[in-house]
């Protein structure tokens, strides 16, 4: 069966430092990957998506960036963070080709900037 | 953007059937509806899914109107575990998932 890990679980992160999320998925090929951030109180908003090794597709402006170095293995970096880069982060997968399957998603990481 | 417009919460008596509604008038005919729930600070979990057809699995039924233009989702028994934000969902070819702002469901003793 398919399972989807994502680690650490929470992380606090002064101003300035930089960030590595990192994000596996076991027990399928060439899935399609996302990142997903959740502000305090608010809804999910798509980051980074990912159809294959080395293709992002960046869906916001912001301070961070996504690589995927491995077909299972999605990262979420940031040179420095900032105070409102604060957040539910959260990593998933889905079947690629195809609209009639679900995403499937890790518990998530949750990160406070100080 | 979210294709949905969904009421900001709801709430929902133990036991009694929770309706929740979702318009989404402007789908296109191979999009299809998805319905996920969050609890607090987990990720999404998958509820149930269709593209004109009702639909109905262990967690729900997905009633979807003639037209497409709305849909709602249906927990027939509602438990205080259920308590959550729902969020429906139309997803377009490219294959992601944009989320909303869903429905916050409160389910009371």
């Known amino acids: 069966s398919q399972t989807i890990h994502q680690w650490p679980a929470t992380l606090v992160q002064p101003v300035g430092s930089p960030l590595s999320l990192e994000c596996t998925v076991e027990g399928t090929s060439n899935p399609n990957l996302y990142w997903y951030r959740q502000a305090a109180g608010r809804g999910l908003q798509l980051l980074f998506y990912?159809?294959?090794?080395?293709?992002i597709s960046s869906e916001v402006p912001q301070n961070l960036s996504a690589s995927r170095p491995q077909d299972r293995q999605f990262i979420l970096s940031s040179k420095k963070l900032l105070l409102s880069d604060s957040g539910f982060y959260l990593c998933a997968w889905s079947v690629p080709g195809t609209v009639n399957t679900e995403a499937f998603f890790g518990q998530g990481t949750r990160l406070t900037v100080v | 953007d979210a294709k949905t417009t969904q009421p900001t919460s709801m709430d929902c008596a133990e036991g009694r059937a929770a309706n929740l509604p979702c318009n989404h008038s402007t789908i296109s005919g191979n999009e299809y509806v998805y319905w996920y729930r969050q609890i607090h600070s987990q990720g999404p979990q998958y509820i149930i899914h269709g593209l004109k057809n009702n639909e109905t699995n262990e967690m729900a039924s997905l009633i979807i109107t003639e037209d497409r233009k709305s849909s709602t989702l249906i927990l027939p028994h509602a438990t205080l575990r259920d308590t959550a934000v729902y969020y429906c969902?139309?997803?377009?070819?490219?294959?992601?998932?944009?989320f909303g702002t869903g429905t916050r469901l409160q389910v009371f003793p």
């Open positions: 990912s159809v294959g090794i080395g293709q």
């Open positions: 969902i139309v997803r377009p070819n490219t294959d992601k998932l944009i």
